[in-house]
């Protein structure tokens, strides 16, 4: 184990709806990513949290923010779901630098209905 | 765009079989690559790193190749198992840290 984790394990909402997912992040990691996988694909990455602040950001809409908190524990927040953000929501934290292995926590599968 | 591709997209191997996984990637100004190991609905355990100055890394029956020249990392298994079955991911990291990753190799070791 990575000592990565997240809550929920399982979530189930309806189109419209808001969602806030929580991701501890391995001891000493200060940089916290997070990524959307759909059903067959590879993660897409949604941004990067550091130090409290957004450090990159993939191709998501607004509607998608993130927190990260003193203890470098994150949130991620989705706003008026709809059904494609049905997925697999993984966490990975690590040291920064970008040469640093990344630690992915069980993830999140979150069903929109 | 930055882009990557693995191929094949699925593998069926008797046990014992020796066996690679390919990885491409489009944009050569990577930070390092990652190959990662998913089970069905699970996360995504690390394998092997590869930093941009080196040239393969190994760990037990695993080793990995970069070739950043040409865009492409290969995961080579030795020896098998049932319990390798799995996806297979490979991920190249970027300017600001964030990985693209692949589709996935999903591979299944018959017993």
């Known amino acids: 184990e990575t000592g990565v984790t997240q809550s929920p394990t399982h979530l189930i909402k309806t189109r419209g709806q808001q969602v806030t997912l929580r991701c501890s992040s391995q001891?000493?990691?200060?940089?916290v990513s997070w990524y959307q996988q759909a059903l067959g694909q590879g993660p897409q990455f949604i941004f990067q949290y550091y130090r409290e602040e957004e450090n990159g950001r993939g191709n998501f809409p607004p509607r998608f923010s993130g927190l990260q908190f003193p203890n470098y524990s994150s949130e991620l927040n989705v706003n008026a779901l709809e059904l494609d953000d049905s997925a697999l929501y993984l966490c990975a934290s690590s040291l920064p630098g970008g040469k640093e292995t990344q630690y992915f926590g069980p993830g999140t599968r979150l069903l929109v209905l | 765009k930055q882009e990557v591709t693995q191929i094949p997209a699925a593998l069926s191997v008797p046990e014992g079989e020796n066996l690679v996984l390919n990885c491409s990637f489009t944009?050569?100004?990577?930070?390092?690559l990652q190959w990662f190991r998913q089970d069905p609905g699970k996360g995504l355990t690390s394998l092997l790193l590869?930093?941009?100055?080196?040239r393969e890394q190994t760990s037990g029956r695993l080793n990995a190749s970069l070739d950043k020249s040409s865009g492409r990392s290969t995961l080579y298994i030795a020896a098998s198992q049932p319990g390798d079955s799995a996806t297979y991911l490979c991920a190249v990291s970027y300017e600001g840290q964030n990985f693209v990753f692949g589709p996935g190799t999903r591979l299944s070791v018959l017993p």
């Open positions: 001891s000493g990691h200060n940089t």
């Open positions: 944009d050569s100004a990577i930070y390092n």
């Open positions: 590869i930093q941009s100055s080196q």
